[in-house]
Nanobody
Framework: QVQVAESGGGLVQPGGSVRLSCATS????????MAWYRQPPGKQRELVAR???????HYADSVKGRFTISRDNAKSTVYLQMNSLRPEDTAVYYC???????????WGQGTQVTVSS
């Protein structure tokens, strides 16, 4: 059974930092392209960052220079370090796993990040 579980969300002040974690099981983690998406209130889900099996990364323009995605294959976990947070980063953040060369997606249930003073 595939499990994808996000953690680390919460309330943070503008300019602050938070690190999200996404632990997986039931998949061969090393062959999965991992990504973080987010869904702000009243808006559609959008890609935040992606990391390939080889470690190449891609970021949405809105988070470049502020967010960093990384993966630990030994722990089957992907991380999202978020710095210099802004109120517009407020969203539910979702972890996504996609086995390379497939269109199968595995999603977590999401973790809320609220940026507010």
């Amino acid at each position: 059974q595939v499990q994808v579980a996000e953690s680390g969300g919460g309330l943070v002040q503008p300019g602050g930092s938070v690190r999200l974690s996404c632990a997986t099981s039931g998949i061969i983690f090393s062959i999965n392209v991992m990504a973080w998406y987010r869904q702000p209130p009243g808006k559609q889900r959008e890609l935040v960052a992606r990391i390939t099996t080889g470690g190449s990364t891609h970021y949405a323009d809105s988070v470049k220079g502020r967010f960093t995605i990384s993966r630990d294959n030994a722990k089957s976990t992907v991380y999202l370090q978020m710095n210099s947070l802004r109120p517009e980063d407020t969203a539910v953040y979702y972890c996504n796993a996609r086995p390379q060369w497939t269109v199968t997606d595995y999603w977590g249930q999401g973790t809320q990040v609220t940026v507010s003073s």
